[in-house]
């Protein structure tokens, strides 16, 4: 039976990750096909998100390992989010009301926490002290200590934990754990996977 819900947040809880917006802007402004610009994107992407280097310093590094100079002029990508996906967000304000723990576990960087923190009127409102976070903790999503803690704070068995993320590449350490695992691809699917396991849900209002 399951308890708790825990959530990944970009690409879950908004419209696409933050790494479409930042191939998909690089490539239209330099000509970069989107491919090689990820290349890149993934040597720094992980200092970014356990807060070993700044978001500045993270546009520097990609931008001069493609070859270009320009880099301040994509500063502008620290802020650039993509929408809230207030449906999901709705999803989670139902799963509380209907008396399920929820938690969003995810990798994640200060400027992006901060933007949608003051949008959706804090995370606390959907998660209560569930927020387990990369950059504030550290570490990486896919790291299995990481996955401990937030179980051990919890509080719930594994077997009565599912995992929502739009990249089943996350799913590894939660799987080791005995994590049940749900690849988001929209709201409808997502809706129907947690009736499928039994989870019953009263959705509220629309936000």
Known sequence: MIKGVIIDWNGVCTSEPWRNIVLRDIEAKTGIPAGDVELCYKKFIQD?????????????KLI??????DYKDFNYLINKQ???????????????????????FSDSFN????NYNKEIGGMDKYFGTNIFLSHQEKT???DERFYKKMVDVL??????????????????????????CIKFKNYEDLLQELK?????????KEL
């Open 196 to 204: 499928t396991r039994g989870v019953n849900i009263i959705i509220p």
């Open 64 to 69: 001069k390992e493609l070859g270009r100079d």
């Open 111 to 114: 400027e992006a926490y901060e």
């Open 155 to 180: 509080g719930l068995p594994t077997e009565q934990l599912v995992f929502i993320d739009d990249w089943p590449e996350n799913f590894d350490s939660a799987k080791k754990l005995g994590i049940d």
């Open 82 to 104: 993509a929408d809230v996906s207030w449906d999901v967000l709705n999803l989670i304000l139902g799963l509380k009301e209907s008396g399920y723990v929820t938690a969003v």
């Open 48 to 60: 970014y998100f356990i807060d070993k280097i700044t978001g500045k310093q993270f546009i520097k």
């Open 140 to 142: 990486h999503k896919n």
